[in-house]
Nanobody, 114 residues
Framework: QVQLVESGGGLVQPGGSLRLSCAAS????????MGWYRQAPGKQREWVAH???????NYADSVKGRFTISRDNAKNTAYLQMNSLKPEDTAVYYC????????WGQGTQVTVSS
């Protein structure tokens, strides 16, 4: 059974940093693309970042230059390093893994507030 579990969310002040993790089980990350979406209350889900198995990243314009997506295949884990956080980054962040189907984690809350 494939499972993705996000962690690392929390409350942070504007300008602060967080690192989100997405640990996979039941599958090996190395062969698949992965990424992150987020969803703020009352808003539709927004794509944030994507990384291929060849470690080629892409980012939404809203986070480009501030967020970095990475992966550690040995640990079967994906990461989202979030720097220079803004209040508008507040959302539940979901990781995904793309195989023949897309797998989702349950999400981790990120709140940016002073």
């Amino acid at each position: 059974q494939v499972q993705l579990v996000e962690s690392g969310g929390g409350l942070v002040q504007p300008g602060g940093s967080l690192r989100l993790s997405c640990a996979a089980s039941g599958i090996i990350y190395s062969a698949y693309a992965m990424g992150w979406y987020r969803q703020a209350p009352g808003k539709q889900r927004e794509w944030v970042a994507h990384i291929t198995r060849d470690v080629s990243p892409n980012y939404a314009d809203s986070v480009k230059g501030r967020f970095t997506i990475s992966r550690d295949n040995a640990k079967n884990t994906a990461y989202l390093q979030m720097n220079s956080l803004k209040p508008e980054d507040t959302a539940v962040y979901y990781c995904y893994l793309e195989t023949e189907v897309r797998y989702w984690g349950q999400g981790t809350q990120v709140t940016v507030s002073s």
